[in-house]
């Protein structure tokens, strides 16, 4: 029982472990990867336990298990590894002195004319009840989603939004991406969720804004053809806008 004796040095590598699981569970937590982790953490202790008692054929046997898994387990984590991966190198973008260093453009934003243009666009979808998923662009850059798509590269206006997002327009399904004042491209596929906790009433358009939205910086307008209704999905959270007046508040913000 050897174990049971330890120093200062052991308390914190304890508390350091339980920080990384208590991390890792928020990292994953809703995703069909939770289950799998839970798993991990039960054979883990089941080897410290094992080890501890000088088991030492049930210690040799789940080490294996978990050496062997450890390639699995890379291949069925990579949507969360790269989302966490992302997520480092976007806070880290995001400081001033990182940002110099690595040469990083400036995020890119929308002047009032350009705010005014997509809000009216997007009230008017709205009311007619015109499905549109719209990928506001900020530092990064997006070229793998801008290359699903066709490109347009022309200045936002109300008038052509809607007429991209027409439902007899060849371009309509899809996303359209917006960098700056222009239309980048339209007709662009993003990724899908894969996260279990939204809402039953969220459709595709909503599962690729939150998917888009967890993979960068991108800002996402999302009009639902079903409902009418308004969302603005940012940093994978979604906020339902009742006013016009607050959506322009948050792509002034941006």
């Known amino acids: 029982?050897?174990?049971?004796?330890?120093?200062?040095?052991?308390?914190?590598?304890?508390?350091?472990?339980?920080?990384?699981?208590?991390?890792?569970?928020?990292?994953?937590?809703?995703?069909?990867?939770?289950?799998?982790?839970?798993?991990?953490?039960?054979?883990?202790?089941?080897?410290?336990?094992?080890m501890a008692v000088n088991m030492k054929m049930t210690s040799a046997l789940l080490g294996a298990i978990l050496d062997v898994g450890a390639i699995a387990i890379i291949i069925i984590f990579q949507p969360e590894i790269r989302r966490f991966l992302n997520n480092i190198g976007r806070t880290a973008g995001n400081n001033n002195l990182v940002r110099r260093l690595m040469q990083s453009h400036k995020a890119e934003g929308m002047n009032s004319e350009t705010v005014s243009e997509t809000v009216l666009a997007v009230e008017q979808m709205a009311a007619a009840r015109t499905g549109a998923l719209i990928l506001i662009r900020r530092r990064d850059n997006l070229e793998s989603i801008i290359g699903t798509g066709d490109t347009i590269d022309a200045k936002v206006s109300q008038r052509?939004?809607?007429?991209?997002?027409?439902?007899?327009?060849?371009?309509?399904?899809?996303?359209?991406?917006?960098?700056?004042?222009?239309?980048?491209?339209?007709?662009?596929?993003?990724?899908?969720?894969?996260?279990?906790?939204?809402p039953a009433s969220f459709g595709m358009r909503h599962k690729a804004a939150l998917g888009i939205s967890e993979q960068c910086d991108a800002a996402v307008i999302v009009v639902s053809e079903e409902t009418g209704?308004?969302?603005?999905?940012?940093?994978?959270?979604?906020?339902?806008?009742?006013?016009p007046n607050v959506l322009k508040l948050k792509l002034g913000n941006l």
Do not use: Q
């Not at 200062?8 to 990292?27: E, H, K, N, S, T």
């Open 160 to 198: 052509l939004i809607m007429n991209i997002f027409f439902k007899n327009s060849p371009l309509h399904d899809g996303a359209m991406v917006i960098g700056g004042d222009r239309i980048v491209a339209a007709r662009c596929t993003l990724p899908i969720t894969d996260r279990l906790d939204i």
């Open 1 to 50: 029982m050897e174990f049971l004796h330890f120093s200062l040095i052991d308390l914190i590598d304890i508390i350091l472990v339980a920080a990384v699981i208590y991390v890792i569970f928020r990292w994953i937590r809703g995703s069909s990867a939770m289950n799998i982790f839970v798993a991990i953490i039960m054979l883990f202790l089941m080897r410290v336990l094992a």
């Open 229 to 243: 209704g308004i969302s603005f999905v940012e940093g994978g959270n979604v906020t339902h806008i009742d006013n």
